[in-house]
């Protein structure tokens, strides 16, 4: 069986961006997350140990927004990889990292990138 993991709405405060100013001041950011977990038991046994404990999902992202870079497409796909390598039972992920009032010279709520691994 398998099972959908959504964390929706994660803010994050973070420098990324290629500009300066974006690096030095940073600027704000959301996260949403839909996991398709392959369960092993963990459900029908009500034992978080055998499941994708979403708290330890959360830290994982809080980690990767914690490292500066040039474009969110980076850190979108460094948000992948190190939930592929923390939890094997993930078998997609759908990330959608968005940043908050960007820079662009005029309005806009936010740019947003989303990455599938399926």
């Known amino acids: 069986m398998e ?9 994050f405060r973070a420098a990324h961006g290629c500009y300066d100013v974006e690096q030095r001041v940073g600027g704000n950011f959301t996260v949403d997350l839909r ?7 963990g459900v029908a046994a009500d034992n978080i140990a055998r499941t994708v404990n979403y708290v330890e999902v959360y830290e994982t992202v809080r980690e990767q927004m914690a490292i500066p870079s040039a474009i969110i497409e ?9 939930l592929t ?20 010279g005029g309005k806009a709520a936010r740019v947003a990138v989303t990455m599938k691994n399926y």
Do not use: Q
């Open 3 to 11: 099972y959908e993991l959504r964390l929706e709405g994660m803010e």
């Open 35 to 41: 996991l398709t977990v392959e369960d092993n038991g």
């Open 74 to 82: 980076n850190t979108a796909d460094r948000i992948m990889k190190a």
């Open 85 to 104: 390598e923390r939890f094997p039972a993930l078998r997609r992920i759908e990330i959608t990292l968005a940043k908050l009032a960007p820079p662009l």
